[in-house]
């Protein structure tokens, strides 16, 4: 990660830093999970079904 510096973040808008460490984030995931054989995104879904919620009853009620 060495191309990663202080300096040019202030011209840097929140919304594309937190984009960033969101892919970051889901990449280390995804590296994580490999031996299971998912993605990060997969993750994301099973939790919701985990959950007993799907995707559209999250927000059911809104």
Do not use: W
Request: glycine share 10%; with cysteine.
């Amino acid at each position: 990660m060495g191309n990663c510096s202080a300096a040019g973040f202030e011209s840097v808008q929140l919304g594309i830093l937190l984009g960033r460490a969101a892919a970051l984030k889901n990449r280390l995931l995804d590296r994580q999970l490999l031996p299971l054989g998912i993605t990060a995104a997969q993750l994301k879904v099973l939790r919701l079904f985990t959950a007993g919620m799907t995707p559209r009853s999250r927000y059911a009620d809104t």
